[in-house]
């Protein structure tokens, strides 16, 4: 999971936490966060892009078949 999307996550965490009022906003306010950090883990995460000047013979071979 790339950096961003953990400390986002982990700030979503501390916001829930944060709200602890009974009350019917902060409770709609925390099923909020506590869905965006489920759909936060649920992502799926691209291929990482490489980062050298390494060419894959293999890959080249079959991008041209």
Request: overall charge positive; aromatic content about 4%; proline content about 6%.
């Amino acid at each position: 999971m790339p950096p961003t999307y953990l400390l986002a996550r982990d700030h979503l965490q501390r916001a829930s936490s944060i709200l602890q009022g009974t009350d019917q906003r902060s409770l709609e306010i925390r099923v909020i966060i506590d869905r965006t950090i489920a759909l936060i883990d649920d992502a799926p995460m691209a291929p990482v892009a490489r980062q050298d000047n390494v060419l894959d013979l293999c890959a080249y071979r079959r991008s041209r078949l």
